[in-house]
């Protein structure tokens, strides 16, 4: 599941974010470029691949991702078959490329996962790499491992295989102009398969007790009259199915590792009762109904991705993924292998341009699918990878909530002074006198503080203290004189 957003800006608002962002990148000692004997190993790597000996360029596999992309991971293709259905799924062989221990393999050690800001990206690979040799571009010969997953009618796996072997994409496709053609008729049969499919695994999903976040795009969008706005673009349903194939590809990694007894799983625990509660005061201040008897899932079900304020509290509920590890094991299986927002056993798998771990998942899965053992260079880095990507999610999480800060201080700075209705949905645990409020419009969660305690879980009238893109911060105060004589001036509510 996507957990990660995607923050747009347009060309005026960029020129103003350019110099913020340059300063989060040296405060948080971020890297800038990579290193000359990695891009010339690089380099080198991207003229001598290792093509493997089977060829399935017969495959019309396909990309589908947003059109400015050019690290893709993963082609497909899906088509019905006696008893069911079957997904082709390529995913990029980094390790073609890469080789364990060379100047490559140890820069993106360090770095984990490719960090994305406000329209850039910090890459685990050099650009020569993941946006060119290694990426699954059309009518490029590319070395890949082929997944081929079987499902029968009711979209439960009962077969996957996973081996290397030549693939050739036909075609560079992005989310809208496929959904465009899906709506007016003219789309490719294909996607009427992957409907199928997608529905098919979301409604099992949904009856495991599995919730998954539809997070959407943010854009800070400039108007004619220099008004900034901050909005949300709700998930096509073509993105939704297309998911749906990926999370089938992680779940049958994390069963082929299972089953093996060595390999690495995507961990989270079950939500604590304080985070479902601090869900629900957002839920209020968002004036979305919650009621009572209904469940987190449940919940989660009723929201409209195409809805502004359920779109904000989707990323609320991303505060309850709180928690989410890996877990190495080689032998003796986890004692929590679960990850609780599927209800499955799952592991990273198909975006190793972009996450280290993938690619030492597809290794294991490749060797384990063709009885042989693991490679020792595998083997040897298992144990060390949840804290390399804890440390990388770690950093990506500081990078995103900066430039997310960044940008909301920047859309609010000309608007200090003004009032805002929200709801208070959290206490400082140390001074009832501060917390955080939810504001509807626009649909931000800040810090807000007053001379006497919050009242959480309260409809509220706040007034903006301060919005200082210098210092990225966004501060409301609450219960002051001029909010009091002031609410006329209320900006937000439904």
């Given at each position: 599941?996507?957990?990660?957003?995607?923050l747009?800006?347009?060309?005026?608002a960029r020129?103003?974010l350019?110099?913020?962002?340059d300063?989060?990148v040296?405060?948080?000692?971020?890297?800038?470029?990579?290193?000359?004997?990695v891009?010339?190993a690089?380099?080198?790597?991207?003229k001598n691949?290792?093509?493997?000996?089977e060829?399935?360029?017969d495959i019309?596999l396909?990309?589908?991702?947003?059109?400015?992309?050019?690290?893709?991971?993963?082609a497909?293709h899906?088509?019905?078959r006696d008893g069911?259905?079957?997904?082709y799924y390529?995913?990029?062989?980094?390790?073609?490329f890469?080789?364990?221990?060379?100047?490559i393999?140890?820069?993106?050690?360090?770095?984990?996962?490719?960090?994305?800001g406000?329209?850039?990206?910090?890459?685990?690979?050099p650009?020569?790499?993941c946006n060119?040799?290694?990426s699954?571009l059309?009518d490029?010969?590319?070395?890949?491992?082929?997944?081929?997953?079987?499902?029968?009618?009711g979209g439960?796996g009962i077969?996957?295989?996973?081996?290397r072997?030549?693939?050739r994409s036909?075609?560079k496709?992005?989310?809208?102009g496929?959904?465009a053609e899906?709506d007016?008729?003219?789309?490719?049969?294909m996607?009427?398969v992957?409907?199928?499919?997608?529905?098919?695994?979301a409604?099992?999903e949904?009856r495991r007790?599995g919730?998954?976040?539809?997070?959407?795009e943010q854009?800070i969008?400039?108007?004619?009259?220099?008004?900034w706005h901050?909005?949300h673009?709700?998930?096509?349903?073509?993105?939704?199915?297309?998911?749906?194939?990926?999370l089938?590809?992680?779940?049958?990694?994390a069963h082929?590792?299972v089953k093996g007894?060595?390999?690495?799983?995507?961990t989270?625990?079950p939500?604590p009762?304080?985070a479902?509660?601090?869900?629900r005061?957002s839920?209020?201040?968002?004036?979305i109904?919650?009621?009572?008897?209904l469940d987190?899932a449940?919940f989660i079900?009723?929201?409209?991705?195409?809805?502004?304020?359920?779109?904000?509290?989707l990323i609320?509920?991303?505060t309850?993924?709180?928690g989410a590890g890996y877990?190495a094991?080689d032998?003796?299986?986890?004692?929590?292998?679960?990850?609780s927002?599927?209800?499955?056993?799952?592991?990273?798998?198909t975006?190793?341009?972009?996450?280290?771990?993938?690619?030492?998942?597809?290794?294991?899965?490749v060797a384990?699918?063709?009885g042989?053992p693991?490679?020792?260079?595998?083997?040897?880095?298992?144990?060390t990878?949840p804290?390399?990507?804890?440390s990388?999610?770690q950093?990506?999480?500081?990078y995103e909530?900066a430039?997310l800060?960044?940008?909301e201080?920047a859309?609010?700075?000309a608007?200090?002074g003004e009032?805002?209705?929200?709801v208070v949905?959290?206490?400082d645990?140390?001074d009832?006198?501060?917390?955080d409020?939810?504001?509807a419009?626009?649909?931000?969660?800040?810090?807000?503080?007053?001379p006497?305690?919050?009242?959480?879980?309260?409809?509220?009238?706040?007034?903006?203290?301060?919005?200082?893109p210098?210092?990225r911060?966004?501060?409301f105060?609450y219960?002051?004189?001029e909010?009091?004589e002031q609410?006329e001036?209320?900006?937000?509510?439904?």
């Open positions: 599941m996507s957990t990660t957003r995607r747009r800006v347009q060309a005026p020129a103003v350019a110099r913020g962002m300063e989060i040296k405060e948080l000692k971020l890297p800038q470029g990579f290193p000359a004997e891009e010339a690089a380099a080198a790597a991207a691949p290792r093509l493997p000996d060829d399935r360029t019309p396909v990309t589908i991702d947003p059109p400015e992309s050019m690290d893709l991971d993963q497909m899906v088509e019905r069911g259905y079957r997904v390529a995913i990029a062989d980094v390790a073609a890469v080789r364990p221990g060379d100047a393999d140890i820069e993106a050690r360090r770095r984990g996962e490719t960090l994305y406000a329209d850039s990206a910090i890459p685990l690979h650009t020569v790499l060119g040799a290694t699954l059309p490029q010969l590319r070395p890949a491992l082929l997944w081929t997953i079987d499902l029968d009618t439960e077969a996957v295989d996973v081996h072997a030549r693939v036909r075609a496709l992005n989310y809208a496929v959904q899906i007016a008729g003219t789309a490719d049969p996607w009427a992957l409907r199928e499919i997608g529905e098919l695994r409604a099992r949904k007790g919730v998954s976040l539809p997070l959407p854009e969008r400039v108007d004619d009259d220099g008004r901050l909005e673009r709700g998930r096509l349903a073509v993105e939704n199915w297309n998911e749906q194939i990926s089938l590809t992680g779940m049958a990694a082929i590792m007894r060595i390999g690495l799983l995507r989270l625990p939500p009762h304080w479902i509660e601090r869900l005061r839920a209020r201040g968002l004036h109904d919650w009621p009572a008897g987190y449940g079900a009723t929201l409209d991705p195409a809805r502004p304020h359920h779109i904000a509290m609320a509920c991303t309850v993924l709180r877990a094991f032998g003796e299986l986890p004692e929590q292998p679960l990850q927002a599927l209800a499955a056993e799952y592991a990273h798998a975006a190793p341009l972009r996450r280290l771990v993938d690619r030492f998942v597809g290794e294991t899965c384990l699918c063709a042989e693991v490679p020792d260079w595998v083997r040897e880095a298992l144990p990878l804290d390399i990507m804890q990388a999610g950093r990506a999480s500081r909530h430039v800060n960044l940008a201080a859309l609010l700075s608007r200090v009032h805002f209705a929200g949905v959290d206490l645990r140390h009832p006198q501060r917390g409020v939810m504001i419009d626009p649909a931000i969660q800040a810090k807000v503080d007053g006497r305690p919050l009242p959480l879980g309260e409809d509220v009238q706040v007034t903006l203290a301060e919005a200082d210098a210092t911060t966004t501060r105060s219960g002051t004189a909010t009091a609410p001036k209320t900006t937000a509510g439904d």
